[in-house]
């Protein structure tokens, strides 16, 4: 399926279409890099957002010790989270941001995006963003949790999901995955 990927930072099938002008010739790395580049200075606000609701949601939970607030309960992070992306709006606002981070990548959208799978999709690691485009395919993750290993408060399985990322630039990664 793809056949070069690259990753920068921290639907319908063919549902989106090329620019106009030639991306064939963009190398493998740059719609990622335009993407991020356009969601740090202009979409900030929306990031920062996301990652506040973050910390509201792991506002309760006990610290490791490091300092960061986890759970061993993968239901205290996903549900929450989109509840609370959902009831801020922000979870509507993703589309946009995919929108933007698509278009600053050099492509267009035929059609909107909407607030769910496959466009976006909340992990146990925050929103992860996904558009196909006509050569390949363009993800944006927001990590606002990280899975850790062998903490004292991993439950059965020794697994907690941490709270991470503290600016947007940390939390933004964007990836790129050519495909042909």
Do not use: Q
């Amino acid at each position: 399926m793809a056949k070069n990927r690259s990753v920068i930072g921290g639907g319908k099938a063919g549902g989106l279409k090329p620019h106009p002008h030639p991306l064939s010739a963009m190398s493998d790395s740059e719609p990622e890099l335009a993407a991020r580049e356009h969601l740090l200075v202009e979409e900030a606000d929306i990031l920062e957002a996301v990652l506040a609701v973050a910390d509201a949601v792991a506002a309760d939970w006990p610290e490791l010790a490091d300092g960061r607030r986890a759970t061993p309960d993968r239901d205290a992070v996903v549900p929450l989270l989109r509840a609370a992306l959902e009831e801020s709006g922000l979870l509507r606002a993703l589309t946009g941001l995919l929108a933007a981070a698509v278009e600053a990548a050099g492509y267009e959208l035929a059609a909107r995006p909407v607030p769910s799978p496959p466009y976006v999709v909340v992990s146990s690691t925050g929103p992860v963003l996904r558009a196909t485009v006509a050569d390949g395919r363009l993800v944006v993750n927001i990590d606002c949790f990280e899975v850790v290993r062998g903490t004292e408060l991993g439950g059965e399985n020794g697994v907690a999901y941490a709270r991470t990322a503290a600016t947007p630039a940390d939390a933004l990664s964007v990836s790129f995955a050519r495909s042909g």
